[in-house]
Structures are given as C-alpha cells and as structure tokens.
C-alpha cells in the first residue's frame, strides 16, 4: 500500500469529524462566491439601472415624476410609452423617446448622438439636474440596502462554518497525529532488541518527533488547504460557467498545467526532500550520541573533531534544503503569476472582441463579476502550489514513519502463568549475533532451582550472550533452553520475563523517584514492597542521606547519584517483582568495596528458592556460587563449585591466582 493511501487510512478513523469540516466549507464557500453575482446584480440592476427603460404610468409606489408625468421601470401596460437616461461623460440626459440600439454618445445642444460601427441616431433629450437624477434613484435605494443587508449576513455566516470547518479539520488532525505516534511508539515496543543495535537512538526519535510533525502538517495545513481550494475551485468555474461558458471553458486549461506542474515539482522534490529528512534523523542521531559521550570528547579533547563531524552533517542538509528553496522559489508563485497573466490576456481578448460586435450586449455588472471570480480563482491555485512543498516533505517523512512501523515486531501479550520454579537447562545451544558467526557454541549446562551459577571468562567469551538468550532478547539459532522442562521458544517473551529479574553492569534509571524506579509504576508493587526490597539490600543505609529518602528525584539516567547508588537502586528494582530467575550481569563491578559488601549480605539472603546468575570479573564474589561455568571463546571449557575448579588447577585458577596477585601487589 502506498503512503499516500495509508495516510488516507489513518484519516479515515476520523471520517465524521472530516466529513462535518468539508460540510462547513461547502457552505463557507457557497455564502463567499455568492458575492460576486450580488454585485453583479446591484451594478446591473440598481446603481446603473437607472439607464433601463422607463415606462409612462401611473402616480404609485417606485414611480418618478417628471416633467409633469410619472415614470417607472415595470409597466403592466405593454404599448406604455417609454423612455431612457443615458450618462453622457459626468452627466445625465433624459430621452423621452425609444431608442433602437446603445454605442458610443455625444450630448450637444439639446441633441443626444449615438454612434455604433457605420450606425448613428440622434434624440432630443434634457439634461438632468442633480435633484432630478436623484428622483430617480431613490427607488433603487432600498433595494441596494437589501442586498448588501444579504450580502452582509452571507459574509457573517461565511466567517462562521470557516471557523467550523478550520477547527474540525485541526481537531481531526490533531487526533490522526496522536493515534499515529501512538502506533508508532506501540511498534518500537514491539521491535526485538537487535533492531536497535543497527538503528542510533536519535534516528528513532526523529521517526517519532520530527517525521511524525512533517505529518501533521499533512493533516492540518496541506489537506486543509487543498480541501478548501477545490472547493473554492468547483465553486468559482461552476459561477464562471453561469456567466459566461466559454471565458470558463479557456479557464478550464489551467487545470491541466497545473496537474503537469505538480508531477514535474515531485519528481525533483522528492530526491531533495529523502536527503533533508535523512539527514534530519543523521543529526539528531549525532546529537543524542555527543550529549550521551560529552564527558570522552572533552575528556580526550575531540571538541574540534566532533564539530567538523556536526558540520558536515549539517552543510549537506543546508545545500538541500537550499536545492528545495530553489526549486520552491523558481516555480510556485513565478508559475502563478504567469497563469494570472496568461488568463487575464485571454479575458481581454474575449471580452474586447465581443465588444466589437453589433450584437454585444455585455454589463459593467458581468465585467466586474468575471474579474472577481478570476481574482478569486488564483488565490486557491496559489494554496496549492504553494503547499506542494510541505504536501512532498509529509510524504517523504510518512514513508519513513511506515517503513520503521513495517518492521516485523512481536504482540506485547498479556497472558499470565503462575510463577515457575526456576530449573534451567541449556540443551546444545548455538548462537552468533551474525549469521554463520557464532559467539555460543554447543553450550549444555542446568541449573536448579535456587541455585546460584556463575558465568566468568575473558571479554567476549559469551557470558552475556547467555542472558540475552535466557531472557529471550534474542534466539539461539541450534538447541533450546528449557524452563521446568518448558520450551522458552514456545512461551510469549512478555510472559516469560514476568518472572525474572535483571541488574545490568550499567544500572538504567528513568525520570521519577527512586520509588518509581524500583516499582516502575507496576500496580501489583506496593511502597511497601519497594521499601522492603531497597532494605533488603541494603539501600537504606546508602540513601538515608538524601533529603527527601525515597521520595528524591532522579533525572535522566540518574546522574545525580553515584554508580553505587545507582546499583543499589537497579538490584532493589528487580527483587521488589519477585523474580523466580535473578540476573546479575556484571552487577558489582562499578560499585566500591563498602557497598559491594552490603550486596553480598543481603545476596545469602536473597537467593534462597531463587535460582541465581551472576556474571562477574571480581572472582572473590562467586566463592560461595553453586557451580560455576568458565566460558572460552563461545565454549565451557569448565565446571564446577570454587573448590572444585582450584583443585583442577586450569583457567579459572590461572584467573584467581592472576586477581589475587595483582590485589596483593595494589594491596
């Protein structure tokens, strides 16, 4: 499905909102184009009415006298006598005779002279004073009133549905905007961990932020000027139409133009408009990276570098964006201007041609009414061109939006299960990150409930990998991992980690309070849990300085407090849900000797009828662990308790001797 269909979905849920928006218009429209054909009619029939035929009659409502008789416009007599006012330069002359045809006129001594082609005719006729011309407009006066009475009623109600209809469509807009970021954040929950190892961070919230309001000025501004330009469009050739069909029909070719100058625009609109928003998310993506690892550019003074880095970012989306400026520029109102004058040509020709005809009979009232309507005509013409430009870049940035949200992700499911036991098996594993390059190899290992297994070896030789897959962030490619004998493969991952419990070697802290990052809002976590899990491990003894206890503020990432802190905090959050599985990745090896004892009371306590992971470096930590696997280069090369492994006098003895040595020399 193509962006511009999606988009038109998404509009869709909101059909009634749109649907009372366009109504308003329609009638917004309708009460605006209508003044061009009152003026017509008020020029025609009312301010230059005078010049209509006059018919003798009788003394009566509308009727003029003068001259000792009584003149109106209507007779119901149809052999009435008649006669006519013609304006000759800045004055009036009264004919009290029938005239056979109207031209170009002449007043002279009492001689009225009108002329038309070879044609000429001369009348007797009066010169009228000003309180004779008065006399006789004074029966058009209230009907001038009336109709700029309606005329004024019809701009009030204009004014009105175009607020409606202004409104309604922002409304709506404003909620396809809120369900699409919705969509969207509900999809990044959904994409698996090793998405976002390929993705930075930034360029996730550009699609987000940035993508998502280039969309809303969609909604808001582009469909609403392009709804109420066609519109106004319809409206003003089918009054054109009325007036005069073939002045309408030669009007009709600027729609063609217009449809080929749009096509043209994309063409090239398009290719800048991918590099803009690319380059968008490229910098965002910078940003987020240099703000996260400000503390290394200063501290290895890469200040310069970094800014070059920045500046070649933002150079290339400046020659972009100003390719875009050009061809906005070089087009939109350039375009228009020439249509206006192309139109505005062919509307001279036709109408002067038509004057020179015998026959021509064409108003002051239907000139005025024709500019107006063409006057009127462009002003749309220009919203749309003039949007094209926002039209392409909310394209452009909705085609990103939908690429991320096309991402194969997986159902958060709600399904519960009573909380297992925690007997873990790992049935020949094999997993690689890449495929075909394998970072777990063959890997057979169980663990019992309320065990306490520990995962050491050099960097890289695969102990986290081991997590990820427990905890189902990614999947082994050979073998399975069994729960109390159930395939973690076959449950819902969301299920799966309602009962385990994480502490990364880099503890995570959300904006709230150390409360609501211990609890993490859960509804089943009550103060008193979260009170109890920080005593547990002995947290209360590292915050009790704090000035507002539990209850202080943690900003992002929590970086007013100490790694320790920090740590504390992570291990409370994840005993305070009671975790059947616990995980400690690394989970002491930024915490100083004092707090790293405080752990390791309360972790005697803790881990029992609890099964226990800690990967660690500092091998005096996992003395007391129940096994304890050495991994080399993806493998288990050994196994066994601490005892155990010293006696073999292999890897993990070298390592142990090798720790001890080098804290006997720091000693």
């Known amino acids: 499905m193509s962006t511009g269909k999606r988009l038109f979905k998404y509009a869709l849920n909101y059909k009634k909102i749109i649907l009372i928006a366009l109504?308003?218009?329609?009638?917004?429209?309708?009460?605006?184009?209508?003044?061009?054909?009152?003026?017509?009619?008020?020029?025609?029939?009312?301010?230059?009415?005078?010049?209509?035929?006059?018919?003798?009659?009788?003394?009566?409502?509308?009727?003029?006298?003068?001259?000792?008789?009584?003149?109106?416009?209507?007779?119901?007599?149809?052999?009435?006598?008649?006669?006519?006012?013609?304006?000759v330069g800045r004055n009036f002359v009264f004919v009290d005779a029938e005239v056979e045809f109207d031209g170009s006129r002449s007043y002279e001594d009492g001689v009225l002279?009108?002329?038309?082609?070879?044609?000429?005719?001369?009348?007797?006729?009066?010169?009228?004073?000003?309180?004779?011309?008065?006399?006789?407009?004074?029966?058009?006066?209230?009907?001038?009133?009336?109709?700029?009475?309606?005329?004024?009623?019809?701009?009030?109600?204009?004014?009105?549905?175009?607020?409606?209809?202004?409104?309604?469509?922002?409304?709506?807009?404003?909620?396809?905007?809120?369900?699409?970021?919705?969509?969207?954040f509900r999809q990044i929950q959904r994409l698996p961990i090793q998405y976002f190892d390929n993705l930075p961070a930034g360029k996730v919230v550009a699609r987000i932020t940035n993508d998502t309001e280039a969309i809303r000025e969609l909604y808001v501004t582009v469909l609403s000027t392009f709804f109420t330009s066609f519109i106004y469009i319809t409206g003003i050739y089918?009054?054109?139409?009325?007036?005069?069909?073939?002045?309408?029909?030669?009007?009709?070719?600027?729609?063609?133009?217009?449809?080929?100058?749009?096509?043209?625009?994309?063409?090239?609109?398009?290719?800048?408009?991918?590099?803009?928003?690319?380059?968008?998310?490229?910098?965002?993506?910078?940003?987020?990276?240099?703000?996260?690892?400000?503390?290394?550019?200063?501290?290895?003074?890469?200040?310069?570098?970094?800014?070059?880095?920045?500046?070649?970012?933002?150079?290339?989306?400046?020659?972009?964006?100003?390719?875009?400026?050009?061809?906005?520029?070089?087009?939109?109102?350039?375009?228009?201007?020439?249509?206006?004058?192309?139109?505005?040509?062919?509307?001279?020709?036709?109408?002067?041609?038509?004057?020179?005809?015998?026959?021509?009979?064409?108003?002051?009232?239907?000139?005025?009414?024709?500019?107006?309507?063409?006057n009127r005509l462009f002003n749309p013409v220009q919203g749309i061109v003039n949007q094209l430009a926002n039209l392409e870049q909310a394209l452009v940035a909705g085609e990103r939006v939908f690429h991320l949200m096309d991402e194969e992700g997986i159902d958060v499911s709600q399904k519960e299960i009573p909380r297992y036991k925690g007997n873990v098996l790992f049935d020949h594993v094999s997993f690689g990150y890449k495929e075909g390059e394998y970072v777990l190899k063959d890997l057979c290992f169980e663990a019992k409930q309320g065990e306490t297994v520990a995962l050491v070896g050099h960097t890289g030789s695969g102990k986290s990998s081991i997590m990820n897959l427990l905890f189902r962030f990614y999947d082994?490619?050979?073998?399975?991992?069994?729960?109390?004998?159930?395939?973690?493969?076959?449950?819902?991952?969301?299920?799966?980690?309602?009962?385990?419990?994480?502490v990364l070697q880099d503890p995570f802290l959300f904006t709230g309070t150390i409360a609501s990052n211990v609890s993490l809002d859960h509804p089943g976590i009550t103060r008193e849990t979260v009170e109890k899990a920080l005593a547990s491990v002995g947290a209360d003894r590292v915050l009790k300085n704090l000035e507002?206890?539990?209850?202080?503020?943690?900003?992002?990432?929590?970086?007013?407090?100490?790694?320790?802190?920090?740590?504390?905090?992570?291990?409370?959050?994840?005993?305070?849900?009671?975790?059947?599985i616990l995980?400690?990745?690394?989970?002491?090896?930024?915490?100083?000797?004092?707090?790293?004892?405080?752990?390791?009371?309360?972790?005697?306590?803790?881990?029992?009828?609890?099964?226990?992971f800690i990967i660690a470096h500092r091998l005096s930590t996992i003395r007391n662990a129940d096994q304890i696997l050495v991994m080399d280069r993806g493998r288990i090369v050994e196994k066994g308790n601490h005892d155990e492994l010293m006696e073999l006098k292999g890897k993990y003895f070298q390592m142990y001797q090798l720790q001890l040595g080098n804290n006997v020399k720091a000693g």
């Open 23 to 87: 109504a308003m218009l329609t009638v917004a429209v309708v009460a605006d184009l209508a003044g061009p054909f009152i003026a017509k009619r008020m020029i025609d029939n009312h301010i230059l009415g005078i010049e209509s035929v006059w018919h003798k009659t009788q003394a009566g409502k509308g009727a003029v006298e003068y001259n000792g008789s009584f003149y109106s416009k209507e007779s119901e007599a149809a052999n009435a006598d008649s006669a006519r006012i013609f304006q």
């Open 113 to 184: 002279t009108i002329s038309k082609g070879s044609q000429a005719a001369q009348y007797e006729a009066e010169l009228l004073s000003g309180d004779d011309l008065m006399s006789f407009y004074k029966p058009e006066i209230p009907n001038i009133i009336k109709l700029l009475s309606f005329y004024f009623g019809l701009l009030v109600v204009a004014s009105i549905f175009q607020y409606g209809q202004r409104y309604y469509l922002q409304k709506s807009a404003n909620r396809i905007i809120q369900k699409l970021r919705e969509d969207v």
């Open 238 to 374: 089918i009054a054109l139409f009325i007036l005069n069909a073939k002045l309408a029909a030669i009007c009709l070719l600027l729609l063609p133009i217009l449809f080929l100058w749009a096509k043209l625009y994309r063409k090239y609109a398009s290719k800048y408009n991918h590099v803009i928003r690319s380059r968008v998310s490229d910098i965002n993506g910078m940003i987020n990276e240099s703000i996260q690892g400000m503390s290394i550019i200063q501290a290895f003074s890469r200040e310069k570098e970094t800014q070059q880095e920045f500046e070649t970012l933002n150079k290339e989306h400046f020659t972009y964006q100003n390719k875009l400026l050009s061809l906005n520029s070089s087009t939109s109102h350039n375009l228009v201007g020439v249509l206006r004058n192309i139109v505005f040509v062919a509307f001279i020709w036709y109408f002067g041609g038509e004057a020179l005809q015998p026959s021509s009979a064409i108003s002051l009232g239907m000139l005025y009414a024709f500019v107006d309507y063409i």
């Open 476 to 502: 082994p490619q050979e073998g399975k991992i069994l729960i109390d004998g159930m395939d973690i493969a076959e449950m819902p991952r969301q299920t799966l980690r309602s009962h385990m419990g994480i």
């Open 548 to 580: 507002k206890g539990y209850d202080e503020p943690v900003i992002e990432k929590g970086s007013t407090l100490s790694s320790g802190q920090r740590q504390l905090i992570s291990f409370a959050r994840a005993l305070a849900f009671n975790p059947a």
């Open 583 to 612: 995980i400690l990745d690394e989970a002491t090896s930024s915490i100083d000797t004092e707090t790293e004892a405080i752990i390791q009371e309360a972790m005697d306590v803790l881990k029992e009828g609890r099964t226990t």
